[in-house]
């Protein structure tokens, strides 16, 4: 079984002393320090794939600048209207989950002390983290703010140490000098790197060697494949695919008969299969804004003025990432909680805020029949580097609006992102304050 710092020990193994960071051939304790063996595995120094995740990190952050926080349930989120970002583990005891909605949240865990994300901060200490996974290896796969992947395959000569203390010695520099804890998993590929990193948390350091992979595996259900979602299992479970032993058992090409290019996926995942490299050079498949409303929102023109102002802080963010889309998506979610998500191809790419208003428009109004939404969001995708605008001989007007845009967006980098706006940002803008005035005068 994979290796963690509760595992049973054998002589055979070689052994990692989570203190101070320092491998040997096991024994009762660590000749360095003395301190007891804390994991242990006959594979541990020549495996070099690691996934690192961030224990609750909005969470830890928060707990680490107000110690006052430090033994109470914590929710990272909006309003009662929002969805909670993440939550502490004390608060997880109680079935509060990233993503639930807030209500949900409070009337699971009552005594939580809500607290509003600080992008800043958490974005400050993602970088430090960064910064000291680049000092190991130059191959990093930063797929969050709070988690990466590291491929230490190679530099075990350039240090003159095994990607196991490397490792272990990051993991307690992120815990003494940032303030928080991140837990690892250790594998020879990523998939699997991941799936062990969720095996010890907080804090933890878990292993999956060759030789136990399909061991490991086989009791496991389908959907603790990443990437296997409810949709999926119903659909896997409905071929009489309860666990990953089942798949093993089972021939590749009735698999792909079965499920075509998926089954063959299902076939490499069940069997500990994962080809995809750590790739440092992974580009970010889509940008998007997304906001929740207040109250729930029925009306066309109320839906299209947030329309508006989330197309121009898209295109925003496009622009500053140097890509267009050729991909716009629609997201509404009701009052119910059930999602909608409607996509559009464009004949060309754009960054442009107006025409990813006017495409988002396009799919809102087949959406409006009289459905209360309570979240909205737009998003291009299929994205390229982005390039000069083209002339538009059916819209001779659009290179002059696209030129205001762009001055526009310098003018929004110099003095504010309020300083330049249309119509129905002013109206949005205005109808904000006044919720503002009304919320302070309901609290006096």
């Known amino acids: 079984m994979p290796a963690s710092y509760d595992n049973k020990f054998s002589e055979n193994h070689v052994a990692l002393c989570r203190k101070c960071a320092k491998t040997f051939v096991y024994s009762k304790s660590c000749p360095q320090c003395g301190t007891p063996p804390y994991l242990a595995h006959p594979e541990l120094e020549s495996l070099g794939v690691a996934h690192m995740d961030c224990d609750a990190f909005f969470a830890a952050i928060e707990k680490r600048d107000n110690p006052d926080l430090l033994h109470k349930p914590v929710i990272i989120g909006g309003g009662k209207r929002g969805v909670v970002a993440t939550a502490c583990y004390t608060a997880r005891l109680y079935g509060v989950r990233s993503a639930m909605p807030m209500f949900k949240a409070l009337k699971a865990c009552p005594d939580a002390v809500v607290v509003p994300p600080n992008f800043d901060k958490y974005k400050a200490a993602s970088q430090e983290i960064r910064r000291r996974m680049d000092r190991l290896t130059p191959l990093v796969q930063q797929v969050s703010i709070d988690e990466a992947y590291l491929d230490l395959s190679g530099t075990s000569r350039l240090h003159n140490r095994s990607a196991a203390e490397l490792l272990c010695d990051l993991q307690n520099e992120i815990a003494s000098d940032i303030g928080i804890t991140v837990s690892i ?192 969001g737009i998003g291009i995708s299929e994205l390229e580097p982005a390039q000069a605008d083209i002339a538009d001989l059916i819209d001779p007007g659009a290179l002059k609006r696209a030129d205001a845009e762009r001055a526009a967006d310098k003018a929004k980098l110099k003095f504010g992102k309020h300083i330049v706006t249309t119509g129905r940002g002013m109206r949005l803008l205005a109808e904000k304050a006044a919720k503002r005035n009304s919320d302070t005068k309901d609290k006096t």
């Open 185 to 376: 998993g250790l594998s020879f590929n990523k998939f699997l790197a991941k799936s062990a990193s969720e095996l010890d948390k907080p804090r933890g350091f878990a292993v999956i060697g060759r030789e136990e992979v399909k061991d490991f595996l086989s009791d496991k259900s389908v959907d603790f494949i990443h990437g296997v979602g409810p949709a999926l299992a119903r659909q896997v479970r409905g071929k009489g695919y309860e666990t990953l032993s089942d798949i093993q058992r089972t021939d590749l090409k009735m698999l792909i008969r079965q499920f075509g290019e998926t089954g063959q996926w299902l076939h490499e995942r069940a069997n500990g299969v994962d080809k995809r490299p750590v790739d440092p050079n992974t580009e970010r498949k889509s940008v998007s804004s997304e906001t929740t409303f207040f109250e729930d929102i029925r009306d066309l023109d109320q839906l299209e003025d947030h329309l508006w102002f989330l197309s121009e802080k898209t295109a925003f963010r496009a622009k500053q990432a140097g890509v267009q889309g050729r991909v716009i998506t629609l997201k509404l979610k009701t009052a119910d909680f059930k999602t909608r998500t409607r996509r559009l191809s464009l004949h060309d790419a754009t960054q442009l805020a107006r025409i990813i208003f006017q495409r988002g428009r396009d799919l809102l109004r087949k959406e409006v029949d009289g459905t209360a939404f309570r979240l909205l």
